[in-house]
Each structure stands twice: as C-alpha cells, then as structure tokens.
C-alpha cells in the first residue's frame, strides 16, 4: 500500500480516496473506522489491529494533533511486540510509505483536527 495524498479530511491511497479516518493494513484499507472517544484513542479501538499482529503500528493523530494516545495504549502495544510511531497524520504518512518495507506495518489514521 502506498498513500499517494494527504491534506486535512482526504488521503489517496492506492489511487482511492478516502474522507474518513482509515486504518491501512498490508492487504486493504478500512475506511468504517471509528474511536469509542472521537479524539482519543483507546486499546478496544484497535483490537482488529492487535490480531492483525502488524511489526510497526504508525497513529496520525490528525492534523493539528488533536487525537491523544494515552501512554497504557502505547504501553499495551509494546508489551505485545508492536513498536508504535505517532506523529501528526502528515508525518504518520511519511513513516508509513519509508518504514513498510520489508515489515508488517499498520497505519491508523486520523483525518481531521
């Protein structure tokens, strides 16, 4: 998967484009993805994600960075082997495009605030 656009609300992926917050695994996109709180991001939010078993897990936190990561959702991750990465979305898609290759990496990826 390659995220070819980016800008507040729209990302092209793959030649599609998306207006909702996606989440990218290796094989498809989800684009029905929502949060149990809009702007926090909790570890019942990303429970097909832990079963995906990505290597990496990329989280745009928007583009002001308005969505919160709080630190027991990193710390879940990372006891279950996955190496977190978050950032504002426009630089979660430039870790995504450099870093999936050669490992499983997932993006979740908020679009807006």
Same mark, same amino acid.
């Given at each position: ?8 609300g ?30 926090? &991001?909790?570890?019942?939010? &990303? !429970? ?8 990496? &897990?990329?989280?745009?936190t ?26 504002? !979305?426009?630089?979660a ?15 979740? &990826?908020?679009l807006?605030?």
């Amino acid at each position: 998967m390659k995220i070819e656009y980016y800008s507040f609300g729209r990302i092209t992926i793959d030649g599609k484009t998306y207006t909702s917050d996606v989440i990218i695994y290796p094989e498809k996109v989800d684009s029905s993805w929502w949060r149990k709180e809009g702007h926090s &991001l909790h570890i019942v939010d &990303l !429970t097909d994600v832990i079963n995906a078993r990505p290597e990496i &897990l990329i989280v745009g936190t928007g583009h002001s960075g308005a969505m919160v990561v709080p630190g027991e959702t990193i710390s879940y991750l990372e006891s279950k082997g996955i190496e977190v990465y978050v950032a504002r !979305t426009e630089k979660a898609v430039e870790l995504f495009n450099k870093l999936q290759k050669g490992r499983k990496v997932i993006a979740v &990826l908020h679009l807006t605030c």
